[in-house]
């Protein structure tokens, strides 16, 4: 089954790709490795794992403006999400957006982090202002 989600384009642009869905947050300042693109926060439900080539959606950024410069980091180094698609934005997670210069989407008609499950495909045009979900099969 596919869903169609509208929201407002951040970074223009179009990726296609595998989703990774955090339910939490994300710190930039010290909540990841820019080298690989993991989450190193201890208490967060993703650790240990990486965005790296993934598309990521998540509620927004917590923490210190720092946040940019540690996703900067990660397009500098190849390790950024493919896209980033978020339910809150804030300061630090549009600058963030808008340093990584992936395709970035918010304000969404529905939320995100509870229709999209990690594994399920995904295309984001932040262009049109669409997330386009091909949903994986659903045990139970």
Same mark, same amino acid.
């Given at each position: 089954?596919? !869903?169609? #989600? @509208? $929201?407002? $384009? #951040?970074?223009? $642009?179009r990726a296609e790709g %595998?989703?990774?869905? /955090?339910? %939490? +947050? #994300? /710190?930039?300042?010290? $909540? !990841?490795d820019p080298a690989t693109g993991t989450i190193i926060e201890r208490r967060h439900e993703l650790f240990g794992v990486s965005f790296a080539g993934k598309i990521l959606v998540f509620p927004g950024a917590k923490g210190s403006s720092g946040w940019s410069g540690f996703f900067q980091s990660t397009r500098l180094l190849g390790t950024a999400p493919l896209a980033m698609v978020f339910t809150t934005l804030s300061t &630090? /997670?549009?600058l963030g957006a808008v340093v990584t210069r992936v395709p970035a989407i918010t304000d969404l008609d529905k939320d995100p982090v509870e229709i999209?499950? +990690?594994?399920? @495909?995904? !295309?984001?045009?932040?262009? &049109?202002? *669409? *997330? #386009?979900?091909d949903l994986a099969p659903r045990n139970g």
């Open positions: 089954m596919t !869903i169609t #989600i @509208h $929201g407002r $384009g #951040i970074v223009p $642009g %595998e989703a990774l869905v /955090s339910h %939490e +947050t #994300i /710190s930039g300042w010290g $909540g !990841i &630090k /997670s549009a999209i499950r +990690t594994g399920d @495909h995904v !295309i984001v045009d932040a262009d &049109k202002g *669409v *997330v #386009i979900v």
